[in-house]
């Protein structure tokens, strides 16, 4: 009898996990369905490019379906209640899904709620319609101090901020307004990111561009009439235009689950990929708890990871856990602004070593971006 394989998400996890699945087995030995909140596949990274005018926000989305294997049933119904011991997932609609083998990919969502003042008085690009208040803030500004930072940690796409931060020192000075401005980059701990090398090279670039830091700053409260951001350590910052990076959590079903924790991230064995000693459930990308960037080249790294194990599973095979394991592979562009990016490219026992940003690295990244559709969430690389 078919086994039923339940993946809880449509992003780039979900749904590399389910090509992979549909074209490896048979329609004999399981049946595969993505439960997704949303018909549409948003590509996050061209949020990035939004506020600068380089990106349509119309145009960074396509349909869930046209990006699945014809053999994957999608269902629209945001999932509200997941009961691991009776295997079945409820949704929105209150109908009910039983599963043999459940893999989460549910990401992770913003949470302008969490920090008194943030939503009336911070700008963020971290959804396409946040990302085009900025687009038309960043158009009306002439000078000033803008503050980038970090509300809140764990978020998405840890680079990103920094991406922001050089691209917009290009873009203040192709304005020709950088003299009249200032730009302070904030972290909430003691560097200017969370792996050393990569921070080295980050405060080295910072410096030639006369970009001012803020270290330990742990948002607390933003005062919109005042315009400062304080921190929990009692600094306050003035600005006049305050780029900050939502607080995230996971799903609202997983929030205080028996399997996440109080924000809903998931338990999630850093190797295996299984949840909470579950030996029928796995998580990647955005909402397991593991050490390593929320991004999606994480989710594309893992699926693979998993979908051999259920194939596995489903034949009764014997998985060798030494070839089939997670290695904390994670591989993420920076750009750097005036046509240049670099690259971190590292897993659990390697840093990233960023090598100097160059144009064919620059190049790589629109390529990658022009090319997503076609290659990842299909699973074709």
Partial sequence: MAKNILILGGGTG?????????????????????????PQHVYQPYQLYIPFGYQDPRKIARSERSLLHRRVSLVVDPVEELDV?????????????????????????????????FKEGADHFYTPEAAFVLYEKLQNFNGGTIVVGIGGLP??????????????????????????SEIIYTFPLNDVFNIKTAADYIKADFDKRNIKTELFFNLAEIHPEKKIAESIEGTELSYDLLVMTPPHKGAPFLRGHEIADADGWVQTDRHSLKVAQ???????????????????????????????????????????????????????FIESGYGKATMLDFDYEHPPQPPPP????????????KFYWYLIPKALI
């Fill in 278 to 332: 579950l030996e029928n459930v796995w998580s990647l990308g955005d909402t397991t708890n593991l050490p390593v960037s929320k991004a999606g080249s994480t989710a594309h790294f893992q699926a693979p990871v998993i979908a051999k194990q259920i194939c596995a599973a489903i034949r009764q095979e014997t998985v060798d856990s030494e070839k089939v394991k997670y290695n904390g592979h994670v591989a993420c």
């Fill in 358 to 369: 160059t144009e064919f690295i620059h190049f790589q990244k629109l390529a990658l971006n």
């Fill in 14 to 38: 979900g749904s590399i996990v389910a090509n992979i699945l549909a074209r490896s087995l048979s329609p004999q030995e399981a049946s595969i369905t993505v439960l997704t909140a949303s």
């Fill in 85 to 117: 011991k009776n295997q079945k997932v409820v949704c929105r609609s209150r109908k009910s899904y039983p599963y043999d083998y459940l893999v989460i990919a549910t990401g992770s969502t913003v949470d302008e709620e969490q920090i008194p003042g």
């Fill in 155 to 180: 978020y998405k796409c840890p680079v990103a901020p920094v991406e922001f931060t050089f691209m917009l020192e290009e873009f203040l000075t192709k304005r020709g307004i950088r003299q009249q």
